[in-house]
């Protein structure tokens, strides 16, 4: 029986085209068409944009975004064996969709934007997931050419990537965010809804570039949320004193008691400009 979309059941391409998930690449397929759907639509517009996804296996979110009016898709996928499932899809959508394949972590994904809007849509390959964003988020140049990413992570990142000061959460990852993003999570995925189901809850981010965010050097904020969160437990006079320790904590007007996850954005940010 056929899917709405026309195209067959997820669990009919896995079985013609062989895919068993592959641990190694953070494969954990999304079967459900409902749930591809309602991710797709946490991403409305998508006519007039080009729309990348990492990452698309056998389809079903890519089939999905292509259904809610996805005009120009290019998908990224490393694993060669679902290159026939997307070929198919392809065939069922002419001229809108372009699956490369090749390693996300090397791809910039900016050269797909081609003069439209550019929106990052995705369930991530759990062992990739925060290093791409952070490919994505900590650029020398901003704004980004994307104005929009809807991803699934695992649950604690996700609470990682919108954690605020004072919550165990709270590190490096909510810092580089939050200063230049601002990203809230939508919704949790169980673990039921994958095959194989993985051990953890997963939740769907959606993250907007803040157009603009403080002025700060990149390479300065990284340096500080380096030092400050790699001893956390410690007081910031004795995790920052690589980079000027108490007396850089002062001329910022932050107590030299404090630890790093008790510093708002901003005040890190004012620790790098004087950096």
Request: hydrophobic share 45%.
């Amino acid at each position: 029986m056929s899917a709405p979309d026309g195209l067959p059941p997820l669990r009919a391409v896995l079985a013609e085209y062989g895919l068993d998930p592959k641990k190694a690449l953070g494969q954990n397929f999304l079967l459900d068409l409902n749930l591809t759907g309602r991710i797709a639509r946490q991403a409305l517009p998508l006519a007039g944009c080009s729309v990348v996804e990492i990452g698309p296996g056998p389809g079903g979110l890519t089939r999905a975004l292509l259904a809610n009016g996805a005009e120009h898709l290019t998908v990224i996928e490393k694993d060669s064996r679902c290159l026939g499932a997307l070929a198919a899809i392809a065939a069922h959508y002419p001229g809108r969709l372009t699956a490369i394949e090749g390693d996300a972590l090397k791809t910039d994904v900016a050269a797909f934007a081609e003069g439209r809007p550019l929106k990052i849509v995705a369930n991530l390959p759990y062992n990739i997931g925060t290093q791409l964003l952070l490919d994505w988020v900590a650029v020398p140049s901003w704004p980004p050419v994307w104005s929009e990413a809807t991803l699934m992570f695992q649950r604690e990142v996700a609470e990682r990537i919108v954690a605020k000061p004072g919550t165990s959460h709270y590190g490096r990852l909510a810092v580089l965010c939050g200063w230049r993003t601002k990203a809230s999570i939508l919704f949790d995925v169980g673990p039921e809804a994958f095959t194989p189901p993985p051990k953890v809850t997963s939740s769907v981010v959606q993250l907007h570039p803040l157009a603009e965010p403080i002025d700060v050097p990149l390479e300065a904020l990284e340096a500080v949320t380096a030092a400050g969160f790699g001893q956390r437990r410690k007081m910031l006079r004795q995790s920052l004193k690589p980079l000027g320790g108490e007396a850089l904590l002062l001329r910022a007007d932050i107590s030299p008691q404090r630890r790093a996850e008790t510093l708002s954005v901003e005040e890190f940010c004012r620790l790098a400009a004087l950096l």
